[in-house]
């Protein structure tokens, strides 16, 4: 009888315990686990041009509009804006109902005294001279905000989408609040801690404006910078996503049974600018000549691990995007014959200027200097640091050639403005490139802007100041149970509204 | 000198007279050029086209792992040759002249010897840029130090003996004394560290193109195969393998050398 009662007594707290464990089961909060690569240098959205801070960011802030998954600029803390006839005046209607993760309701006011705090000099933001053309701010009532414009500014819907137009509380930002450690914005999750080299950790903002967003209770953002270490940490599902997956790490991935892997198009123009005041490179057959000596998709294989290859200034995803791959193909004996011409001999030597941190740029570097000694060129590489390239290359323009990659715009004029002018480091000099871009940032919609971006492009991939190789395919690595993680095009930031773990 | 100590001497040896004939003779020897890429044929293992494989670029790493060898010996010759020049000079000087002159050779010494070796290399390296000969240069520098303070010392017991004294009580100049009787009588230290220094030149070497800052690509350079090969560890090992193994080789058999010359030329009484 005692025996009896003893295993019930067993039983019952047995029971007690399994139904304990699936109660806590029911109720656990939704935790996604986060692979950073570096730490944020600011969480000031208006103080920085670092691609972390806004990374992280995009969960704490919105911004007016937005992009969406196709670069389309659509409505976001705006309902909606209208543009007057002439261009220069912008009113934008804004969202009734948002509050601030402090409770302080947004009010057209936050918006003004956001875009003053980005224009103001003592900030110093590396980003007001996109805020430029603005001439001043009108706040008729509490959900409309009017911009007055010197002169029209098509660009700017794009800046206003981006992390660096993130909206800030006016009331804060008139108390002095530290916006560097302790971002509060209207966005999906609010930040919680940040320890820096260590962890970013941001919870769910319960009074969001998107219904039924964000899904996820919290993201533990891991600072890992190796990219052994995230890897690893997938594969033993300490991590659930990590986007900076380079292709020889494929085969390990793959053969896990519990990742993922996501492929997309990235919006970067991976490049070998020419510097075309060089007595050598002046010469547009030299140039077209190792144009021909490149074998574009081979190189964004083996380098990048595969991309579009592409031929003119802007990136394969692009709206404005246009195919000019015919005008020099990959053609080693046209090459030799262009060069010839040019009277190009192996005594003349060239020098590939590398930034030696960016391993896929010194793989590119070390393929094309095999690539163009085929041809008869006599090439040879100098890896520098990250800011001797700066200083040197970018910014001094001392260099025959050199790799990089620039990041996609949200809008072209981002990325075309000043290329032919002097003070570009390719020393490329084309006035009609220069008119047709000025032209374009003043002309408002899509095909009208479409057909002068067409001629600059056109005029750029003839001209070739650089060697266009192509856009990279990014590849994302997730556990598999997780769906929905965005990343907005162009801007490469996170998007965890919509991201569940299952 | 024990038995197991020849036998590793003469492989010793043996290993770096190969090693010396294949730094000289490399473009005789090699099966490949070693900066040639083949893509088509990346990452190949082990087979009789390519003895050792290829690296991620389809070059054939015997081919690299040879013509390294040259670079890596160069590298060590001229770096320990401007560190026994240098170190004579300023260990010879101190040595002789003594006093506030000794005072102040010794502490700036001392005071290079003081900074971690690759740390001051990279500093070094950095100021004067990036490239072989600025490290052959950077080690010669750092190096310096050592052979200074073995001269000195010599210097210092060998002037007090007495066939110095008479030397210098015959009238003959002081160059000449040290020419034909100083510098005969501590080379025999010198060479046993310049053997044990070339080992750790190799090392620094390596680590300097490992570190992007020595050999440039596509220079075949041991340690920047290495640098390459770690992005491929478990695609391709034998990409790190062999010229691991070159490295390791070299240091050792070097060590050896420098045990037994130190043995053979200051024998104990």
């Known amino acids: 009888m005692r025996r009896l009662i003893n295993l019930t007594v067993c039983l019952s707290i047995t029971a007690l315990f399994l139904g304990g464990i699936t109660g806590v089961g029911l109720v656990e909060a939704k935790i996604l686990n986060f692979a950073l690569s570096g730490n944020p240098d600011t969480l000031d959205p208006h103080k920085t041009s670092g691609t972390l801070t806004f990374q992280t960011l995009k969960s704490v802030y919105d911004t007016l509009a937005e992009p969406d998954m196709n670069g389309k600029i659509i409505p976001a803390l705006a309902d909606r804006w209208e543009v007057s006839d002439d261009g220069l005046t912008w009113t934008f209607l804004l969202k009734k109902g948002v509050v601030f993760h402090n409770g302080d309701k947004l009010t057209s006011a936050d918006a003004k005294a956001t875009f003053e705090r980005i224009m103001d000099k003592k900030v110093a933001s590396p980003n007001a001279k996109e805020f430029a053309a603005i001439n001043n701010i009108e706040t008729p009532n509490d959900h409309t905000v009017v911009l007055k414009l010197k002169e029209p500014a098509a660009p700017l819907l794009a800046t206003l989408a981006s992390g660096w137009g993130a909206i800030l509380s006016n009331r804060l930002i008139h108390a002095g609040h530290d916006f560097a450690a302790k971002p509060v914005g209207t966005g999906p999750y609010r930040l919680k801690e940040w320890i820096r080299d260590s962890r970013i950790v941001l919870e769910k903002n319960e009074h969001y404006w998107m219904k039924g967003h964000p899904k996820l209770d919290k993201i533990v953002m891991h600072i890992i910078t190796e990219r052994a270490v995230q890897i690893q940490g997938l594969i033993s599902g300490q991590i659930d996503i990590s986007y900076i997956i380079a292709k020889d790490d494929m085969p390990v991935l793959q053969s896990s049974k519990d990742v993922k892997i996501e492929k997309s198009l990235s919006a970067l123009i991976l490049v070998m600018p020419m510097n075309c005041s060089n007595p050598i490179l002046k010469d547009i057959r030299v140039r077209q000549a190792i144009t021909h000596a490149i074998d574009k998709q081979k190189i964004l294989n083996i380098a990048y691990g595969t991309g579009e290859p592409i031929a003119t200034f802007m990136d394969y995803g692009n709206a404005y995007y246009k195919d000019f791959t015919y005008l020099y193909p990959y053609d080693p004996k046209k090459a030799r014959e262009l060069l010839t011409e040019a009277g190009i001999s192996s005594d003349k030597i060239l020098e590939v200027t590398l930034p030696q941190n960016y391993e896929p740029h010194v793989r590119a570097g070390e393929m094309y200097q095999a690539m163009l000694a085929k041809v008869g060129l006599n090439v040879k590489l100098k890896l520098v640091d990250w800011s001797t390239w700066i200083s040197d290359v970018y910014r001094g323009a001392k260099y025959d050639l050199t790799v990089i990659g620039h990041t996609g715009k949200l809008d072209p004029d981002g990325t075309l403005r000043g290329y032919g002018m002097k003070d570009r480091y390719v020393k490329w000099i084309n006035p009609r490139t220069v008119e047709l871009v000025n032209k374009a940032r003043k002309v408002s919609g899509f095909e009208n802007r479409k057909k002068l971006y067409d001629e600059a492009l056109e005029i750029m991939a003839k001209e070739v100041p650089f060697m266009y190789l192509g856009s990279p395919y990014r590849n994302i690595a997730l556990r598999k149970n997780v769906y929905d993680f965005r990343m907005t095009p162009k801007l490469d930031t996170l998007d965890f509204r919509w991201t569940t773990v299952k | ?269």
């Open chain 2, 1 to 269: 000198m024990k038995k197991h100590k020849t036998a590793l001497f003469f492989i010793s040896i043996s290993y770096i007279f190969i090693l010396g004939v294949a730094g000289v003779a490399a473009p005789l020897m090699a099966p490949y050029n070693p900066t040639l890429q083949h893509l088509d044929d990346r990452f190949q293992p082990s087979s009789r086209s390519h003895l050792l494989g290829t690296d991620n670029f389809g070059r054939d790493i015997l081919s690299r792992v040879i013509y390294g060898s040259g670079s890596t010996l160069l590298v060590g010759i001229v770096a320990v040759s401007i560190a026994v020049f240098l170190g004579l000079i300023v260990g010879l000087v101190a040595g002789l002249a003594g006093r506030y002159i000794d005072n102040f050779l010794m502490l700036l010494m001392d005071s290079l010897l003081s900074f971690p070796t690759i740390l001051l290399a990279i500093a070094v390296v950095s100021f004067l840029g990036y490239g072989l000969l600025q490290v052959m240069l950077a080690i010669g520098v750092i190096f310096s130090p050592v052979f200074a303070r073995l001269v000195r010392a010599e210097t210092l017991v060998i002037k007090t003996e007495t066939y110095v004294e008479a030397s210098r009580a015959l009238g003959s100049p002081i160059i000449k004394t040290v020419f034909k009787h100083i510098i005969p009588n501590l080379l025999g230290k010198v060479i046993v560290q310049c053997s044990i220094m070339f080992a750790l030149t190799v090392v620094i070497e390596a680590s300097l193109s490992y570190l992007g800052l020595g050999s440039q690509p596509p220079e075949p350079s041991w340690g920047l195969m290495l640098k390459d090969a770690r992005n491929y560890l478990v695609q391709a090992p034998w990409m790190a393998i062999y010229p691991g193994l070159a490295l390791a080789l070299t240091v050792f058999c070097f060590n050896i050398l420098g045990d037994v010359l130190s043995e053979g030329l200051n024998p104990k009484l």
